[in-house]
């Protein structure tokens, strides 16, 4: 088993900034990698980006790329979610999920991660 848990969201005014941190506990070393999703009201949850503990290769959504940045620290065992230039569309819960499917492939659809955190809530006000 692998705990996550999220933290670092709040509100915010479009164009600021605001870090989120998932720290990872339990059985790490089965995970390959960890992935940020978000999910707005009324809407389905979307990937957002994912990096690799190996590496620390990473890959975005296109609506994020450029603004955002997924970043790992092997020894504490936490994933970074920097983000900057917020929009209010960006206004969701944030989730970070662990995978254990290929150490080689960025994993971007949800039901291929098996842990998940709780969540936590970015709002960007216009």
């Known amino acids: 088993q692998v705990q996550l848990v999220e933290s670092g969201g709040g509100v915010v005014q479009a164009g600021g900034s605001l870090r989120l941190y998932c720290a990872a506990s339990?059985?790490?070393?089965?995970?390959?990698?960890v992935g940020w999703f978000r999910q707005a009201p009324g809407k389905e949850r979307e990937f957002v980006a994912t990096?690799?503990?190996?590496?620390?290769?990473?890959y975005y959504a296109d609506s994020v790329k450029g603004r955002f940045t997924i970043s790992r620290d092997n020894v504490k065992h936490t994933v970074y979610l920097q983000m900057n230039s917020l929009k209010p569309e960006d206004t969701a819960v944030y989730y970070c999920a662990a995978e254990s499917q290929d150490p080689r492939r960025f994993i971007i659809n949800a039901w291929e991660y098996a842990y998940w955190g709780q969540g936590t809530q970015v709002t960007v006000s216009s």
């Open positions: 339990g059985r790490t070393f089965s995970a390959y990698g």
């Open positions: 990096t690799k503990w190996s590496g620390g290769l990473t």
